[in-house]
């Protein structure tokens, strides 16, 4: 098993920035590929972005690509989630989530592929 826990989470205004860290026990935190998903008030949870295993592939949402980036050290049990140029559309409580490796990975955007997930981080981008 593996347990999650984001922080980095704020208050920003628009055109600003935040880098949110995802925190995972476990000694086998490479084996997991990991995702970031998002829900605002009133509207179902979305995926944000994604990340396999080894770092070597990313996967974003159309509403955050070009903005955000995924980054992860294996070493250091931690994946990343820079965020740059924010909108208040990003709006929204972040939450990290993780999925045993497999070799097919096409899946990364649904929720329901993820085993474990953090408690997430509230994110408010003001205008």
């Known amino acids: 098993q593996v347990q999650l826990v984001e922080s980095g989470g704020g208050l920003v205004q628009a055109g600003g920035s935040l880098r949110l860290s995802c925190a995972a026990s476990?000694?086998?935190?490479?084996?997991?590929?990991m995702g970031w998903f998002r829900r605002a008030p009133g509207k179902e949870r979305e995926f944000v972005g994604a990340?396999?295993?080894?770092?070597?592939?990313?996967y974003y949402a159309d509403s955050v690509k070009g903005r955000f980036t995924i980054s992860r050290d294996n070493a250091k049990n931690t994946v990343y989630l820079q965020m740059s140029s924010l909108k208040p559309d990003d709006t929204a409580v972040y939450y990290c989530a993780a999925t045993p490796f497999t070799y097919y990975y096409g899946n990364y955007y649904r929720p329901n592929d993820y085993d474990y997930w953090g408690q997430g981080t509230q994110v408010t981008v003001s205008s």
């Open positions: 476990g000694r086998t935190f490479s084996s997991y590929h």
């Open positions: 990340i396999r295993w080894s770092g070597g592939t990313t």
